[in-house]
């Protein structure tokens, strides 16, 4: 009799302890990219709201972290490090903003970074950035994966709201990048 009893107290009791360090998708969260040394550099501020079968999100970008650039006949927002830039590329296509605990996909589109080198005249979009969320801790984090963004020079068909695929995506080196991390919390 207490052995059914015990079970469902364990059980209870893990329930709970994973869903106090699930990320929630609901109010005013902050993005910050991480460095090497585990530094915080707030870039974002983004807002969830609660949805039927997930929650959209709006991004307030805070303009004071970064510098103007005018790079390759185009402007940018760069956040300045000492040996590399970290610049802002927004998505350019058709986006629904709708996030579900299984699927972040539109914000890691939201997400997409170009670096360059400080000293660089220009900017080179195979140098893209794409930062692959999942929850943890509860917060999210996400992994730099490097990506051609030449790719998305070219609009996809209609209806395809994810031309990024996984095969496009090559896991990062996080100790040869200035801002191997991103955390949302």
Known sequence: MNGPRFFWLVAASVSYAAGAHAFSLDGEKTV?????????????????????????????????????HFLSMRPFKCLEGADKHWCRVPYPYEIRRMVADDDLTDLEYDLLFVWKGATEYGINLWNGVYYKL??????????LHEMDMDKLG????????????????????????????????
């Open 32 to 68: 910050s990219l991480v460095d090497r040394q585990g530094d915080l550099h707030p870039v974002a501020d983004v807002v969830f709201t609660l949805k039927e079968n997930g929650s959209t999100y709006e991004i307030e970008w805070r303009d004071d972290a970064f510098a103007d």
């Open 134 to 143: 999942e929850s943890q801790d509860g917060r999210l984090t996400g992994t």
């Open 154 to 185: 070219v609009p996809p068909e209609a209806g395809n709201l994810r031309p990024v695929r996984e095969v496009d995506l090559e896991e990062g080196y996080p100790e040869s990048h200035w801002l191997p991390g991103l955390v949302i919390e």
